[in-house]
């Protein structure tokens, strides 16, 4: 039984992987603005504008699973919300650096997510491993400063990344917006609709950090299923799961951009992410096809 300390534990994927990691008998413990002494799990003050973490979340821990940040596509990219989204995520680090130092926390590894944006929103039909280059854009920035704080906690103990792609739940995430037009009769591809999207479903996203928190990983793991498909695919497979026709035609790229500025560059790009990585080390995916996950979370 380990204690794991886990931030942004009350978001998307927090909330699965808290309930899958305490099912396997690990103590789980939140770090939040909100502290909650009746919450589901023992839930801890940190405040990353005054520098401060409350002791006792720490004390004992195991382990560190970094989760939170604020969203990329919660709101237009201006340039004080381009600032909050690199603060909230290199800041946090730093605090969580320097509360694991001041109180000399033997841990036994930290976990960063982070995110397949790191090789750039719009890489078309490349194949991507983690050894690919970054991008060069705004995104691409955000996430080579995230894992390089992260990778600065190597000081005290085994660093591991995963490296998110486009996550398929019930609860929200990218399925959520995209069904909402289909369910409505309104759904259509985005732009092109040939763009890839390299999707996981939940599940195997929290498995991949079990996998890496139990097997003692360290270095960087792409967390995408083996079988990425366009964006065109996605939205018919959804359409298919509702019982819904597609009868518009593609959104044209121009519309997304008005209505998302800069932003209309993650679901106008795409990905074509590999994840070999992390199945040589062992890890089975759950779901390998966009079709039975997309039906296990609608149906």
């Not at 003050?45 to 409350?54: A, C, F």
Request: glycine share 8%; net charge positive; charged share 20%.
């Amino acid at each position: 039984m380990a204690k794991i300390v886990i931030t942004g534990g009350t978001g998307l994927v927090g909330s699965y992987l808290s309930k899958m990691l305490s099912k396997n008998n690990h103590e789980v413990v939140h770090l939040s603005r909100t502290p909650d002494s009746s919450a589901e799990y023992p839930t801890f003050e940190w405040n990353i504008g005054k520098k401060y973490i409350d002791p006792n979340a720490l004390d004992g821990a195991d382990y560190v699973i970094h989760l939170a940040g604020a969203g990329v596509a919660n709101k237009r990219w201006t340039k004080q919300r381009k600032k909050v989204i690199i603060d909230s995520r290199v800041e946090s680090i730093k605090l969580l650096k320097s509360q694991i130092e001041k109180q000399q926390v033997k841990l036994k590894s930290f976990i960063s997510a982070s995110a397949i944006g790191y090789y750039g929103m719009d890489t078309g039909a490349a194949e991507l491993t983690e050894e690919s280059k970054p991008g060069n854009d705004y995104l691409a920035h955000v996430v080579k400063l995230w894992e390089a704080e992260a990778d600065t906690l190597e000081e005290f103990t085994s660093v591991a990344k995963v490296r998110v792609g486009v996550v398929l739940a019930k609860e929200g995430g990218a399925l959520k917006e995209i069904a909402k037009p289909v369910k409505l009769f309104a759904g259509a591809p985005l732009g092109s609709g040939d763009q890839y999207m390299s999707w996981i479903h939940i599940y195997d996203l929290c498995a991949i950090f079990r996998q890496v928190l139990e097997n003692k990983l360290e270095g960087t793991y792409n967390a995408t299923a083996p079988n990425p498909v366009t964006n065109e695919a996605l939205t018919k497979s959804l359409a298919k799961a509702l019982k819904r026709p597609l009868i518009l035609p593609n959104v044209p790229a121009f519309v997304m951009k008005s209505m998302l500025g800069e932003m209309a560059q993650m679901v106008l790009g795409g990905n074509y992410v590999l994840s070999d990585k992390i199945q040589s080390t062992g890890f089975t995916y759950k779901f390998t096809q966009v079709d039975a996950a997309v039906k296990d979370i609608l149906c």
